[in-house]
């Protein structure tokens, strides 16, 4: 059994902030942990929209609280995203995450990430194998 707390995570390497500043993110269950996917607590600064486009990993996001949207890239659906929101990213969707207010998400990643990921210029998260893209 594993037990760990969003605080103690916060205070070790676990507690990733973007290069770009646009979120941030604990990562509490890691690839290490051995169990075929990780759980991330993540926050999205207000006003803050990016581009993602996870190549390499299905996502499921729950929101927590704050209010946002999400736009798919494929269907031009546009989605409210609010307390008690769940998402799932399902087909490696193209997608614009839009923050209204500041965003706290809990999302499960498949495959399980290392932990000291951030986006790549396409919106991604690279495979831990997978060489980097120039």
């Not at 290069?19 to 991330?40: A, I, Y």
């Not at 995203?81 to 500041?102: K, N, S």
């Not at 396409?122 to 060489?131: Q, V």
Request: net charge negative.
């Amino acid at each position: 059994m594993i037990v760990r707390t969003l605080s103690q995570c916060e205070q070790t390497e676990r507690r990733i902030i973007s290069p770009d500043g646009n979120w941030e993110s604990t990562r509490m269950q890691l690839k290490d942990d051995n169990t075929g996917f990780s759980f991330h607590i993540t926050t999205i600064y207000q006003g803050k929209d990016f581009y993602l486009h996870y190549k390499n990993h299905f996502e499921s996001v729950y929101c927590i609280s704050g209010k946002g949207e999400i736009e798919s890239l494929e269907q031009g659906d546009v989605y409210p995203i609010e307390p008690g929101t769940l998402y799932i990213l399902d087909q490696h969707d193209r997608h614009m995450l839009r923050a209204f207010e500041e965003l706290k998400l809990a999302c499960v990643f498949n495959p399980p990430v290392t932990g000291s990921e951030v986006h790549d210029k396409d919106g991604s998260y690279r495979l831990e194998s997978a060489p980097l893209e120039s």
